[in-house]
């Protein structure tokens, strides 16, 4: 895995140099944030092979609650965050609790159904402000001392984070803990017959992966000031799936790569506005949904790897023994 | 008269509009099932199609003069054939993967489409008249019935029947049924499957936007009224089981139903109702009420 | 499984008759597993030839192979001239192949008569299903009942005659004679005798050995994905010890 190590340090050090060259911040902190809701959704979707089309439910309620508690409540920041991840994974443990014994096809129809109740309940809500979202969220004090309004400061406290969930994924992989998970992933009968309680195992990854979705829906509620019905909407749910497939589904880093190039395509896209080409012009901004729907399919169709998936065969001369894109060619 | 305080009439208009969604419910989750049962995938563009029958049906009104009556006819043919293609040059080549590839692929698909639907037509929902013949109401004695619902009911219920009987009783139907139950041995046996997987697709897909138009005069033409529907369609595919075109069409009715009721008892929980009633199905029957357990 | 010959043996002489089915180094897999080797193997019109070997050897892959139901093949198969290395089944099928694979194939959600009237007519010679019904009149008894809740000797006699309706001459009968009764085994083998008299190609894959012995006029050991041994059924009283060193456990 040397391939993968050596493109870890690379956005490693990408990551720390990223605030002097002048790209916007905002965006920079808004793709990292994303970053960590990918990485959050490949660790149980890419490494686990069970698809779930409802995690945009922990993403947003992770944005509404942080943001609520920080701003109402008025806690500091790392509170705020724990707090979002907390009610994060206990929706997980309820979606997971429901969802879990099922295979597939019926998993995956099951987490979206589940997500879009709670896209209902946060239409109805009150303290979610419907419409409008909740608004001017501010972003304390880290341990109530260091100000997050210092874009810098700001900046390397998520880049950290995001540093620190990529480690903590890989470490969990790598961990006994991981390697059931991968046997139940290669063969689930044979691990049950070894006498592992997979439901369990599959479940505690489920919370896992949806208490860093929460994180990340923190973090962005924080970074934008803003939490929104967009956050739990299944459209959201379908934008972590293309940032995971696009960047490289079971990846460390995919997810990251992925994460980037989509906030990009749409920040680009929202920004370009109206392009003209002789006498007809196209308003960009506008087909955004249809680029993604686009890229979406030719991903599916052609680029199954993603973007890291592709380089990593590229580099790696014999097979790799270690976690491959999951939904693998001819499961039957 | 008067019902637990509620007012008949109320009691009744709401269980008529229950019973009418539960008629969309029904269609489009069989034609859900239909496709899983072959394919083995979960249609996300179902919605899309339902969608684009209805634009259809609005376009060839506005631009061709299309009466309502050729366009349960051509909407479906259209839609159905536009389905078709995509299987053949696009769905087929996904045919030895997971699954769940599909899923992605049709879920790319309903983005595309509805972002270009919404693109050309905004967000504001089109008006689509019913057809004179339908206009008015049906004076039933107990309660006055507009004449388009009960038209939707009734002509929802014979298409339910009508595809049931296609599926049970007809020869294309026992090979959707031996398709359905083993792909391989079928091809063995001299059945062109891939052939089969087209045309049904392009068939869910012509019953998707032949309830499309139905619904054009009922719910506004806009480009998002799939996607609403298409997940309760999901969560009624659950409830019934995905392997049962029965199952499919009782539930469908049966949930719309009990939605409008809610919705007179208890207005704030009717949007989830459905999945409410989801989550305790499932956590009592996994696989589904009608449904076998193959997942 | 062991030989004992002692049992009357046919012998015909089928020389000058035309090929069928031609396989020509046949290399077959499924996945990445490579579990055909070379194999290569003629049949000609009329002639009965049995697959023989243990279990996993590759003889039902054979049949699977020909049919076009194997992840990848390389090689050549032609069946009455015409190349179907990369045919899809259902057109393998309709040049008048009638396949009866080992689990039987009777679909369970159809009743009796829908998987008798399932797979398409590839030929005006087929039987009508007035005459099936004469010869099996199981079946015609059994006509509304489910797939599922047939006995195993009616569902074998239902595989074969689905593909009697249908007009196929060439038949592939994987292992037909399996978890049968004694009784049932016996109308089979008069079932498939009288197949052979009337001129149907015959692939037989058989454990049984006396199921086999009086029905074939060539034999073929297939061992670890290759044929090892043919032989002529006239010679198989001088090469019974060499025939069960193949066949032993």
């Known amino acids: 895995m040397i391939v993968e190590r050596i493109l870890f340090v690379l956005l490693a050090i990408l990551g720390v140099l990223a605030p002097f060259t002048g790209i916007y911040a905002l965006f920079l902190m808004k793709c990292m944030a994303f970053g960590i809701f990918a990485v959050a959704f490949n660790f149980f979707t890419g490494y686990i092979g069970l698809l779930s089309i409802g995690h945009a439910a922990f993403f947003g309620m992770g944005a509404y609650f942080s943001g609520y508690a920080i701003k109402n409540w008025g806690v500091t920041a790392e509170i705020a965050l724990l707090l979002g991840m907390l009610l994060a994974a206990a929706l997980g443990w309820i979606f997971g609790k429901i969802a879990i014994r099922r295979r597939g096809i019926y ?226 | 008269m008067s019902i637990f305080n509620i007012s008949s009439q109320v009691f009744l208009g709401q269980l008529t509009i229950g019973l009418v969604n539960g008629c969309f419910y029904a269609m489009l989750s069989l034609g859900l099932a239909i496709i899983f049962g072959l394919l083995n995938m979960i249609n996300f563009a179902h919605g899309a199609l339902y969608m684009l029958g209805a634009f259809a049906a609005w376009f060839g009104l506005v631009t061709f003069g299309v009466s309502y009556w050729c366009a349960l006819l051509l909407s479906p043919l259209i839609v159905g054939l536009f389905a078709a293609i995509v299987e053949r040059f696009f769905l087929r080549r996904l045919e030895g993967l997971d699954h769940l590839y599909g899923l992605l692929f049709t879920f790319g698909l309903a983005l595309a489409l509805e972002g270009i639907v919404l693109d050309i037509y905004g967000s504001a929902g089109l008006s689509y008249a019913p057809p004179s013949q339908l206009r008015g109401l049906l004076d039933l004695g107990f309660m006055r019935l507009p004449l388009y619902r009960a038209w939707v009911v009734a002509v929802s219920l014979a298409v339910c029947f009508g595809v049931w009987f296609l599926i049970e009783r007809t020869r294309y139907g026992s090979y959707l049924r031996a398709g359905t139950e083993d792909a391989h041995l079928a091809q063995a046996l001299g059945i062109n499957v891939p052939l089969l997987i087209t045309l049904t697709y392009g068939f869910g897909a012509g019953l998707a936007a032949f309830a499309g ?77 009608f449904g076998q357990e193959t997942a | 499984m062991t030989v004992t010959s002692a049992k009357p043996i046919l012998s015909r002489d089928l020389s000058g008759v035309r090929q069928v089915i031609s396989v020509n180094d046949l290399h077959a897999f499924y996945g990445e597993s490579h579990v055909l080797h070379g194999v290569s193997f003629t ?207």
């Open chain 1, 107 to 332: 998993f995956a129809m099951i987490t979206l159904a589940l997500a879009q109740m709670v896209y209902f309940f946060c239409v109805q809500a009150p303290f979610t402000g419907a419409e409008d979202g909740l608004q001017r969220i501010p972003r304390g004090k880290l341990f109530g001392i260091i100000d997050l309004n210092n874009e810098f400061v700001m900046y390397y406290f998520i880049f950290v984070l995001l540093i620190a969930t990529i480690w903590f994924v890989r470490y969990l992989i790598s961990s006994p803990f991981g390697q059931v998970l991968k046997a139940i992933r290669d063969n689930e009968s044979r691990a049950i017959s070894l006498g592992y309680d997979v439901q369990h195992y599959k479940l505690i990854a489920f919370v896992i992966s949806a208490a860093l979705a929460g994180l990340a829906g923190g973090l962005k509620a924080m970074t934008l000031s803003l939490a929104a019905l967009n956050d739990v909407h299944w459209k959201m749910s379908g934008e972590v799936i293309l940032m995971c497939l696009l960047g490289g589904l079971g990846t460390a880093i995919g997810p990251v790569v992925g994460a980037v190039v989509v906030v990009l395509l749409q920040t680009e896209l929202a920004g370009v506005g109206v392009v003209s080409l002789g006498p007809i012009s196209f308003d960009l901004s506008t087909k955004i949904p249809i680029l993604i729907g686009v890229i979406f399919m030719l991903c599916v169709l052609l680029f199954r790897k993603g973007i890291v998936g592709e380089v990593m065969h590229y580099f790696e001369i014999q097979p790799r023994t270690q976690v491959h894109p999951p939904f693998d060619e001819k499961t039957t």
């Open chain 2, 213 to 289: 138009v139905l619904a054009a005069p009922i719910y506004q033409v806009h480009p998002l009224m799939g996607s609403n529907l298409l997940i309760i369609a999901f969560a009624v595919v659950v409830i019934g089981g995905l392997g049962s075109t029965l199952g499919a069409i009782v539930t469908g009715l049966a949930l719309g139903v009990i939605e409008g009721l809610t919705k007179v008892f208890y207005p704030e929980a009717s949007s989830t109702a459905v999945f409410i009633i989801m989550a305790f199905v499932l956590l009592l029957r996994p696989a589904g009420l």
């Open chain 3, 43 to 249: 049949i000609r019109e009329g002639e009965v030839l049995t697959l023989l070997g243990r279990n996993g050897g590759g003889r039902s892959t054979i049949i699977r192979s020909i049919m076009g139901l194997v992840d990848r093949r390389r090689g050549s198969i032609e069946i009455l001239g015409h190349e179907t290395i990369s045919a899809a089944p259902f057109q393998i099928a309709r040049l008048g192949v009638g396949y009866c694979p080992e689990e039987r194939g009777i679909f369970a959600t159809l009743s009796c008569e829908e998987n008798l009237k399932l797979p398409p007519i590839v030929d005006d010679k087929g039987m009508t299903l007035e005459k099936i019904y004469e010869l099996f009149p199981n079946l015609a008894a059994r006509r509304r009942t489910l797939g599922t809740q047939l006995s195993g000797g009616e569902q074998q006699m239902l595989a074969i005659a689905r593909i009697l309706r249908t007009g196929a001459r060439i038949l592939m009968l994987d292992e037909i004679s399996e978890g049968l009764a004694p009784a049932i085994v016996d109308s089979l083998s008069v079932t498939v005798t009288t197949l052979r008299d009337l001129g149907y190609t015959i692939l037989m894959v058989e454990q049984n050995w006396d199921f086999a012995a009086p029905i074939a006029d060539r034999f073929s050991i297939i061992e670890r994905g290759r044929i090892v041994m043919e032989l002529e059924t006239a010679d198989l009283e001088k090469n019974v010890s060499a025939v069960n060193h193949y066949l032993g456990v």
